[in-house]
């Protein structure tokens, strides 16, 4: 396994928020996700991850039988402490289903299906320069599914991640302490039922986004010294952070966002994720 060797928060460092089903930095010594499961009785169990740093699917088929297992906590292994958590019952989204581990591409996935996990507030940016990825796969092409957000009224805006309005692409997209909203839509046709891997590069006056290595097609650009906010915000996996309607029906695999002094190239992220799920 790639995560053992080159854990991705060890080989880019300054991370902010990072939620994934394998084990991103070596220094990070708590579990994956804390799962409900249905039956045989209703219980709640950490599943940690295996010595190759995979989830550790075993200990989650034991503990979950021939039952459904949710994710009530999704944990942070960025050091900060910023878990995403959903406390109702009706909302957590499922990891195991009738006895088996949810997989997308060989790898293990949280499935949201209207469901969503927040965070408390944060602010992310504290070193200027932002870099978000995710791996995430949608059921299907709806306008305005969002897989993740910090996103708000005024003075709340950070980033969001979601199918755009006229359901062609994929956008991601960052508010800038200008005003301005740069945002970058996927070139291809959005597709249900695909894997994709998203990296992004926000940086002063400038952006740069991914969408399974493919460059996206920009529109609105930063003024030459703005730089990408830092307002303090709840982060949602799962749906925009304004609202219960923009919720995904898909899975999320990994979520992960840094602050640096000098962002790190998206290019060389996304290439690393990719060793490990194999999207492009």
């Given amino acids: 396994s790639e995560v053992a060797t080159l854990p991705l928060l060890n080989t880019y460092t300054g991370g902010q928020a990072a939620y994934s089903l394998r084990k991103l930095n070596s220094s990070y010594t708590g579990a994956a996700i804390n799962v409900r499961r249905t039956s045989p009785t209703a219980a709640s169990q950490d599943i940690g991850f295996t010595a190759a740093g995979d989830l550790d699917v075993g200990a989650l088929s034991t503990f979950c039988g021939s039952g459904d ?42 499935y949201f299906d209207g469901d969503y996990l927040d965070t408390s507030a944060f602010a992310p940016n504290p070193n200027h320069e932002v870099n978000l990825a995710g791996v995430v796969q949608f059921d299907n092409v709806t306008s305005r599914q969002s897989a993740a957000s910090q996103w708000g009224g005024s003075g709340q805006q950070n980033f969001f991640f979601q199918m755009q309005e006229a359901v062609v692409h994929l956008r991601m997209g960052y508010r800038y302490d200008d005003g301005s909203l740069p945002y970058e839509d996927q070139v291809a046709t959005v597709a249900a039922d695909t894997q994709y891997l998203m990296s992004a590069q926000f940086e002063q006056g400038d952006i740069h986004v991914l969408y399974n290595n493919v460059a996206g097609s920009q ?43 000098s962002a790190h190239d998206h290019g060389e992220i996304s290439t690393n994720i990719n060793d490990y799920y194999d999207v492009y």
């Fill in 219 to 261: 529109t609105n650009t930063p003024g030459s010294s703005a730089r990408p906010n830092n307002n303090s915000r709840a982060l949602r996996l799962g749906g925009l952070s304004t609202n219960t309607t923009q919720l995904m029906s898909g899975f999320v695999q990994e979520w992960v966002m840094w602050s640096n002094s």
């Fill in 69 to 110: 297992g949710f994710v009530q906590t999704w944990y942070d292994q960025s050091g900060n402490g910023r878990n995403a958590t959903q406390a109702s019952q009706t909302l957590q989204p499922k990891i195991f289903s009738s006895g088996f581990t949810l997989y997308v591409n060989s790898k293990p996935a949280v």
